[in-house]
């Protein structure tokens, strides 16, 4: 999840502020509505993830919601009418319901970089010629390799 969502939660939590009701670490981020509210996997236990309920967190207050089923039993059970959550709006189902997929046939791939491949070496000496602390071995961090495409463009 975003580490700024996290960084909230993880402070509401520990400072008993907006009582959040499961520990952040065991949340995962799965959506957000239009309106601002947060859809998180309550992540345990992690190794059986066809079990993990669903919990919705209200947009502008400390209110919490539990679904006690899988995602797509929420999805199901929220468009269908069954399961009203609080913080959505009252009227979510009054307005047309309509799904437009995407048309793959008219979708092309992004155009892979013309750049040749550069030996690490290469970067590695330019890196340390410009104040870059690099290892000798190992990945090279990208705001490193950046700077060296930004210094020698193709």
């Known amino acids: 999840m975003p580490g700024r969502i996290r960084a909230q939660l993880q402070r509401d939590y520990d400072q008993g502020t907006h009582p959040v009701p499961y520990d952040p670490r065991n ?3 799965i959506g957000v509505t239009d309106n601002g509210e947060h859809l998180f996997w309550i992540s345990e236990p992690q190794d059986a993830p066809d079990t993990w309920r669903i919990a ?3 947009a502008r207050g400390p209110r919490w919601f ?3 089923g899988t995602l797509t039993g929420f999805l199901t ?3 269908s009418g069954g399961t009203a959550v609080p913080a959505f709006p009252k009227d979510l189902l009054e307005q047309a319901t309509s799904f437009t997929p995407s048309d793959p046939a008219s979708w092309t ?3 892979a970089p013309a750049r040749q491949p550069v030996a690490t070496d290469t970067i590695r000496q330019w890196a340390r010629a410009n104040g870059y ?3 000798d071995r190992g990945r090279i961090r990208a705001e490193i ?3 060296w495409e930004r210094a020698n463009p193709t």
């Open 56 to 58: 919705v967190n209200e």
């Open 77 to 79: 059970s929220v468009l």
């Open 145 to 147: 390799r950046d700077a």
């Open 133 to 135: 602390e690099v290892p």
């Open 109 to 111: 791939p992004p155009q």
């Open 27 to 29: 949340l995962f981020a």
């Open 66 to 68: 539990t679904f006690e």
